[in-house]
Every structure is written in structure tokens, then in C-alpha cells.
């Protein structure tokens, strides 16, 4: 039954599910064997090295000094089992993620999760790089999470406020697009799949709205919440939300988290961040 239940959250593309030292590829059914596990990770081992594009890759180890906000774990209401997930990041000379990608994992899709992270700027020889790190994020059952309460910082430097939204597609026609706010009122927005506007868009919001904005993070309690609700059905779209100022980040991953235990301030945060940004001129089919 186990087995059948954790088969119902796999993708059939480039997904790998880890279990001691055995990768197993969905969808053509084989067991790779412990050298290839090795060779998988003999990129992180060689530690800092360069390629041609001048992406320097960083020990995981050492990313974690850079990190800015937590990475993980993510809650499931799928059984009882421990899982990890690992996340490919290249990251840019500002420390925000610029492409991420699944290099191993049990959910479906944490890109977008993983497109949400920031870190401190890396550097060789004093100057900021871009970087490309591998980060493991743990999937627990939502049984064993600690309610903890993290007051909502208080922002110090508007100035530095970013607020971000992606809605993933699913195996329907889910409206597919991301958001970016920024404390000037400037709304980015990229339609990407079954949106009446696609590519991208620039938008305004008043200030006034971006407090109401922030307001509706706060009283979510965002920052006391989990890194990721994902509940053990498929063919849902993924939806993650975002938080940063003043050196401080926080992202959650909501795939029908609802059914996961996640508390519905988290769909208030969503449903705000479209509503105050007025993305239904872009995203409503004309």
C-alpha cells in the first residue's frame, strides 16, 4: 500500500526517488546502482570549481553559510516515511536564484520553491560570482511538525522589500504564471501557459496596497509556518509564495497543501498577492 501511495506524487520526467544507496527512475523501472550514486555526487566533493560559463559550483557545506531563510523541511500527509529531495540552484551575483532544477527527489516539482531562495553573494578572489549549489530539502510527515511562532519582523528597509508568486501548471489547464513586487508598486508578471496575456507584463500597485499587502503576510504568521505543504495526490498545480527585506527571506510550497495541514492563511497570502496586484487583467482569457 506504502509503495502504491508514494507512486501516486511522482512525475514520469527526470524525477529520482533515493532510498539508502539506490536511485530508482520512474517510469522505466530500473535500479541504477551505488556507483552512480557517486558519481552523482563527485561534482559536490571536487567542491569549488569553475566551468566554462564562469559559474563557480559550492560545496553545500559552505552554501549553507551563504543562505538567507530556511530550505525546508517540507510537510506530507503521504504515510509515515522520511524522504530527500535535491535541488540543482545557480545563483547570481546579487544572491537570488536566476534557474533552478530537480536533480533528484520525491515531490513532483520544487523548482519553483527552489527559484524563491536567496544567499549572500559568493566570491573568488573579492569579486561576486555566480555560483551553482545542490541543496537537500527533507520531506517529513505532517505528524511530527513543532508548532513553533516566529514574530513577523518588523521592516526596516522598505527599500529592500521583494514579494514574489508562482502558480505552476498542471496536467489540466491551470493558468501558469509568476509575480514579482517590488516597494516602488512595480508589479513584473510572466504569463506562461493558459493566461489571457502571455510573456511579460509591468503593472503598478499604490503603497497603500503594499502594506494591505504585508499586513495579510503578518497575520498569516508566515514566518512561523513550514518551508512546503504537499499532499500525496496528482495532476495539481504548484503555487509558492514569498517574503524578503532586510536580509530575511521565506518561501512556501502549497501543492493542495490544505490537505496537508497547511493553514489557510498561506491561500490568504496567495489570493491577496493577486488581488492587490491586479493580475486578473493579465491572467482572465479575454
Known amino acids: ?3 502504491r501511495m508514494r507512486s501516486l506524487f511522482f512525475r514520469p520526467v527526470h524525477i529520482l526517488v533515493m532510498r539508502e544507496l539506490s536511485v530508482l527512475r520512474v517510469g522505466l523501472g530500473s535500479i541504477f546502482s551505488i556507483p552512480i550514486c557517486f558519481c552523482f555526487f563527485l561534482g559536490s566533493l571536487l567542491g569549488f570549481t569553475q566551468d566554462s560559463k564562469s559559474t ?12 538567507i531563510g530556511d530550505r525546508g523541511p517540507i510537510y506530507t500527509n503521504l504515510g509515515n ?57 527533507t520531506i517529513l510527515p505532517i505528524g511530527e511538525r513543532l508548532e513553533t511562532h516566529v514574530p513577523f519582523p518588523e521592516i526596516h528597509d522598505w527599500n529592500s522589500l521583494r514579494i514574489t508568486l508562482s502558480r505552476g501548471g498542471c496536467y489540466g489547464m491551470c493558468s501558469t504564471y509568476e509575480l514579482e513586487i517590488h516597494v516602488d508598486g512595480t508589479v513584473s508578471y510572466y504569463g506562461q501557459a493558459f493566461v489571457g496575456t502571455t510573456g511579460k507584463q509591468k503593472g503598478k500597485i499604490s503603497y497603500a496596497s503594499l502594506v494591505k499587502l504585508v499586513d495579510t503576510f503578518r497575520q498569516a504568521d508566515y514566518f512561523s509556518l513550514a518551508s512546503g505543504y504537499a499532499s ?49 487583467k493579465w491572467v482572465g482569457h479575454k
Open 56 to 67: 563557480v559550483e559550492i560545496l553545500e557545506t559552505e552554501a549553507a553559510e551563504h543562505r
Open 81 to 137: 516515511e522520511h524522504f530527500t529531495a535535491k535541488c540543482e540552484v545557480t545563483v547570481g551575483t546579487d544572491g537570488k536564484a536566476v534557474s533552478a532544477r530537480m536533480s533528484a527527489g520525491f515531490l513532483g516539482d520544487l523548482t519553483p520553491l527552489c527559484k524563491t531562495w536567496q544567499y549572500k553573494p559568493f566570491e573568488q578572489n573579492g569579486q561576486p560570482v555566480a555560483a551553482k549549489v545542490r541543496e537537500s530539502v
Open 232 to 280: 500525496g495526490v496528482t495532476d495539481s498545480p504548484t503555487y509558492v509564495s514569498s517574503i524578503s527585506f532586510d536580509g530575511r527571506s521565506k518561501s512556501i510550497l502549497d501543492y493542495v497543501g490544505r490537505d496537508a495541514g497547511m493553514p489557510p492563511g498561506v491561500s490568504d497570502v496567495e489570493a491577496a498577492i493577486d488581488r492587490l496586484s491586479g493580475t486578473s
Open 1 to 3: 500500500m506504502q509503495n
